[in-house]
């Protein structure tokens, strides 16, 4: 009687021990299913803004990396954006003296009388520094400015000559940085229908520009008081020159650069803004008003900084 109790035990042992067994073998059958790797959705790239512009394009300022174009090639009227090509030619000069005087003639106030275009206000006979000239040049989009600082750095035994060799000066510097669609027939954008650049050049010059200590503290100014020295010995304090360049107000971490706009121009901006130690740089030709221009700009920085 005994036996057979144990025997049953064992067996019943048996029993259990084979069950467990199979229950072991195929634990996978009783385990908790394994959870699945969470589904990663696919990262959006931000959508290719629509300007108004007929011409964009922007680029990385540090490797000139191309971040969006729009007709960044098609030759376009550059109106006073040409402007940056003029700073860049004076700010190259040897042994440049931003200090030196430039006494303000009769045919820059005739020219922009004339020609009906932006000025700084130059008074004549007034004796004006080279870097107050800049600031003319760069804030109100003085043609007045321009004219004179032409006239400085040009040369010749004329006026005329001067100026003209003044612009050689700005199509050599354009062929020095390999831009085989820019060309200047003026020092202010009021050319003579060869006055040319594309939003790739135009960037590029002021990539190149902006390199430049001085042209950098100008272009980023919003407001600028010159005091000028009149005929007669006095000292004039000029009425404040203000930055057409609204983005400066508009637009965080704006350094530059510069507008332009005519009736073949329509409305140009070439801009730049840096943001946690990032530059995008670009352009904008032929876009339909003053606000479209900007919009069209704060579209193109916000891209650009997605892209970098």
């Excluded at 050319?191 to 430049?212: E, H, Q």
């Excluded at 965080?252 to 530059?279: D, E, H, M, Q």
């Excluded at 339909?288 to 193109?300: G, I, N, P, T």
Aim: charge should be positive; include cysteine.
């Amino acid at each position: 009687m005994k036996i057979g109790i144990q025997g049953i035990r064992i067996r019943r042992a048996v029993g259990v021990a084979v069950t467990t067994g199979a229950m072991l073998s195929t634990g996978a059958l009783y385990a908790a299913p394994a959870q699945a790797a969470p589904v990663q959705a696919p990262v959006q790239a931000a959508a290719v803004p629509a300007i108004v512009a007929k011409g964009g394009y922007v680029m990385n300022n540090a490797n000139g990396r191309t971040l969006y174009t729009k007709g960044g090639d098609t030759r376009r009227s550059t109106g006073s954006t040409t402007k940056i090509m003029t700073a860049k030619v004076v700010l190259a000069q040897k042994n440049l003296n931003l200090n030196s005087t430039v006494t303000i003639q009769k045919a820059y106030s005739d020219y922009i009388v004339s020609r009906t275009a932006s000025s700084a206000r130059l008074i004549v006979g007034d004796k004006v520094t080279v870097r107050q000239l800049l600031y003319g040049l760069m804030l109100p989009s003085g043609c007045d400015a321009a004219y004179a600082l032409a006239d400085k750095f040009g040369t010749g035994s004329t006026r005329s000559a001067r100026v003209k060799s003044f612009i050689a000066k700005m199509n050599a510097d354009a062929k020095k940085l390999g831009l085989k669609n820019t060309h200047f027939d003026s020092f202010d954008g009021i050319g003579n229908g060869k006055n040319y650049s594309t939003p790739r050049d135009l960037t590029k010059i002021a990539s190149s520009a902006m390199k430049n200590a001085t042209f950098r503290a100008i272009v980023k100014t919003k407001k600028y008081t010159a005091k000028t020295r009149t005929k007669t010995g006095g000292t004039r304090t000029m009425a404040p020159w203000t930055n057409t360049n609204t983005l400066l107000s508009s637009y965080s971490g704006t350094i530059g650069v510069k507008t332009g706009s005519g009736s073949t121009s329509k409305y140009c901006l070439v801009f730049a803004a840096t943001r946690n130690g990032k530059t995008v740089i670009g352009t904008v030709l032929a876009s339909s008003s003053a606000a479209q221009r900007e919009k069209d700009a704060k579209k193109l920085l916000g891209y650009g900084f997605g892209k970098i």
